[in-house]
């Protein structure tokens, strides 16, 4: 019989790559270090342009 373990342990290598982290979480329970200068939050940030005001020029994306 073979036994498939469900968590996985990531170091701060992998751990960095958000991508991965997500993808990894999709199918296993996952424990993993981050670097120490990674920006974190506990709840997703609502993002975006904002509304036009009536004055001066209109919102716009910044290029980065």
């Not at 036994?3 to 296993?28: L, P």
Request: aromatic share 18%; glycine share 10%.
């Amino acid at each position: 019989m073979i036994r498939v373990n469900k968590w996985v342990g990531i170091d701060s290598f992998f751990g960095k790559d958000a991508a991965f982290r997500e993808a990894i979480g999709e199918k296993y329970f996952y424990f993993d270090e981050i670097p120490c200068d990674t920006r974190v939050w506990l709840e997703r940030p609502k993002v975006g342009l904002p509304p036009y005001k009536g004055r001066g020029p209109y919102p716009k994306k910044k290029d980065r």
